[in-house]
């Protein structure tokens, strides 16, 4: 450590602590606001979980006050394993920055908490972003997750709505006119049952109830089993799943990569309009394709175009997670810009109608979701939804344009 990192550290360490405590009491109002609490009893919950591992910000992020004692022990384990991802991806933006700008650690560091001070940004953001690159005025012009949070504290302040987004069975009922699909839990159900709903089936999709990222899903094909009872019985043994009919996409979304479901994530906000009704807007879309993959996800290995809301033409090349681009289709050669998606007027419509649906629920709903919908021959169908969808799939894909995409949600932020 250089003599002037040091000097840094030190004139700064006060700001940085006092900057710190200043958060917690942020987090201290959220959590009595929406808990009805008493800020005695806020403080004193918060207090406690931060001796077992649990940060301020954590505790208010994940709602826990609404969590019961048994389910806290499996937060803690969730906590712990959230703080060490957390640290090595830290350590890698790190490492990334120094090589990028020849900065000393101390001073990367440096430069990394006085960019997440000025925009928001985590220690990610600043390296895919390349936030090293511009000055302070122009970083406040980024999508960063310091913004995605203060959307998400704003609009998302209902534990049972978002509940409904995360276990899938839940969202299948609550949606399930917009579902466009055979779908059912393997319990609870009889081989007959079974039979019923699985006529004129060949296969189905199954996935663990709350999995994210594509993770866990499997495909169970009649072929490959003597018979049906085989199938039911595989099923029935399996840990618990939600089982759907396999959606038909358009073929013209097929062609993309023609052994995923092709969809499209669409970030709708819902607020209130002058005469105080409420109001859905669609504020960002991109087009998810696999690459070769059963799943589309954008942390699974797939790439997403950005998609003009308006039109439902991509607007950009796709981008993976690593911000490289496809001008074509690395599996099809498909151009993925200026691609028109079909059918662009139902995939507003079932967003708009599944927003308002959820941002009515009765304690304060989720005003702010990505929702992933599936393009058909005829129309669109929700696949999920989900309540903290990532920001940088917004961001990413205008990094090396230096274009900050914050402008999306400026007038949604307080």
């Not at 895919?128 to 995605?148: A, C, D, I, N, S």
């Not at 996800?297 to 039109?311: C, L, M, P, Y």
């Not at 230096?402 to 949600?409: E, I, Q």
Request: glycine share 8%.
């Amino acid at each position: 450590m250089s003599l002037k990192d040091s000097i840094n550290y030190i004139v700064h360490y006060p700001e940085r602590f006092f900057r710190k405590r200043m958060k917690e009491q942020e987090y201290i109002d959220y959590v009595c606001q929406a808990s009805g609490w008493t800020r005695e009893e806020t403080v004193a919950a918060m207090k406690k979980a931060k001796k077992e591992g649990i940060s301020y910000k954590y505790y208010a992020k994940k709602r826990l006050w609404t969590r019961s004692e048994t389910q806290m022990a499996q937060v803690q384990k969730n906590a712990a394993a959230a703080r060490a991802r957390n640290e090595a991806e830290t350590e890698h933006a790190i490492e990334v920055v120094m090589e990028a700008t020849g900065w000393s650690r101390l001073g990367a560091e440096e430069k990394m908490r006085q960019a997440r001070k000025n925009c928001g940004s985590s220690y990610k953001d600043y390296y895919r972003f390349h936030l090293y690159e511009r000055t302070e005025e122009e970083q406040r012009e980024y999508f960063t997750l310091g913004v995605f949070e203060s959307l998400s504290f704003k609009y998302n302040p209902d534990p049972t709505a978002i509940k409904t987004l995360l276990q899938k069975g839940r969202f299948a009922k609550k949606f399930d006119d917009l579902f466009g699909r055979i779908w059912f839990l393997n319990r609870d159900l009889s081989f007959e049952d079974f039979c019923a709903k699985c006529d004129g089936l060949d296969q189905l999709i199954c996935k663990p109830l709350s999995s994210t990222q594509g993770k866990g899903i499997v495909r169970i094909r009649f072929a490959d089993y003597p018979d049906m009872q085989a199938v039911y019985e595989d099923l029935m043994d399996r840990k618990k799943m939600i089982c759907e009919e396999c959606i038909v996409q358009h073929p013209d979304i097929a062609a993309f990569n023609p052994g995923s479901v092709n969809t499209v994530r669409v970030l709708t906000i819902v607020d209130a309009d002058e005469d105080g009704s409420p109001e859905c807007h669609h504020v960002y879309a991109g087009f998810r394709m696999g690459r070769g993959d059963l799943v589309d996800n954008f942390h699974a290995g797939g790439i997403i175009a950005s998609v003009d809301t308006k039109t439902g033409i991509t607007c950009m090349d796709a981008i993976d997670l690593d911000g490289n681009h496809y001008p074509l289709h690395p599996v099809s050669g498909l151009a993925t810009l200026g691609f028109q998606l079909p059918n662009w007027d139902k995939v507003l419509a079932v967003t708009e109608k599944a927003a308002l649906r959820l941002a009515a629920e009765k304690t304060g709903g989720a005003g702010m979701v990505g929702w992933d919908v599936a393009i058909t021959q005829d129309g669109a169908c929700l696949v999920e939804g989900n309540s903290e969808p990532s920001h940088s799939i917004i961001q990413l894909p205008f990094v090396e344009s230096g274009k900050g995409m914050k402008y999306l949600v400026a007038d949604f932020l307080d």
